[in-house]
T-cell receptor, first 111, second 120 residues
Framework: QAVVTQETSVTVSPGGTVTLTCGSS?????????PYWFQQKPGQAPRTLIR???RKYPWTPARFSGSLLGGRAALTLSGAQPDDEADYYC???????????FGGGTKVTVL | EVQLVESGGAMVQPGRSLRLSCTIS????????VSWFRQPPGKGLEWVGF??????????EFAPAVEGRFSISGDVSTNAAHLQMNNLRLDDTAVYYC???????????GGQGTLVTVSS
């Protein structure tokens, strides 16, 4: 099974910008992996944030954006707010959308 | 309004079975795929499996860790998706979440989770 890798933790200043990335052990991440990003705040269920690399949901704050960067999926937070402190998980599809694999998650601290 | 509510979590002994339910409102099970994720205490998210929509054959796919032990079904009469877990192991201990999507439809709405504890 593929392994999906993410940064363990990052810290960003209030109002600052940070980019999280998501890599695959099988090679470059592409649109064919249908990359997702989930946000999970302490004690809460995860919620969808970004799908298909860069598509947002109606509830996705405008300060979040998705992209492909250097063979990895990326989530950029521009103008970080204290409320953005959370774990962020990447999810990739494999084998023609028959399998999904989560990354280990990135803990974002706004400080 | 789309809502998914998990239930059925409990403490069970290794080797036993348990069935979780995902009660759905706002759409009909079978019209969309439904997936299950889990999260062991203090750890990250894991994809468990999904059931495709009725138009896509209601077939299922599972992660290697649960393949052959877990199954997923949809029940139109109760508008619920069920995760049947057999031969449970200690490392199946987790909060289990259901979410709409997984194949043929994007992931979007998910539930709040139900806790399964496997312990002797």
């Amino acid at each position: 099974q593929a392994v999906v890798t993410q940064e363990t933790s990052v810290t960003v200043s209030p109002g600052g910008t940070v980019t999280l990335t998501c890599g695959s052990s099988t090679g470059a991440v592409s649109e064919g992996h249908f990359p997702y990003w989930f946000q999970q705040k302490p004690g809460q269920a995860p919620r969808t944030l970004i799908r298909d690399v860069r598509r947002k949901y109606p509830w996705t704050p405008a300060r979040f954006s998705g992209s492909l960067l250097g063979g990895r999926a990326a989530l950029t937070l521009s103008g970080a707010q204290p409320d953005d402190e959370a774990d962020y998980y990447c999810l990739l599809s494999y084998n023609g959308i028959r399998d999904w694999v989560f990354g280990g998650g990135t803990k974002v601290t706004v400080l | 309004e789309v809502q998914l509510v998990e239930s059925g979590g409990a403490m069970v002994q290794p080797g036993r079975s348990l069935r979780l339910s995902c009660t759905i409102s706002g759409f009909t099970v079978g019209d969309y795929g439904v997936s299950w994720f889990r999260q062991p205490p203090g750890k990250g998210l894991e994809w468990v499996g999904f059931i495709r929509s009725r138009p896509d054959g209601e077939t299922t796919e599972f992660a290697p860790a649960v393949e052959g032990r877990f199954s997923i079904s949809g029940d139109v009469s109760t508008n619920a998706a069920h995760l049947q877990m057999n031969n449970l192991r200690l490392d199946d201990t987790a909060v289990y979440y259901c979410i709409r999507g997984g194949s043929g439809w994007p992931f979007d709405y998910g539930g709040q989770g139900t806790l399964v504890t496997v312990s002797s």
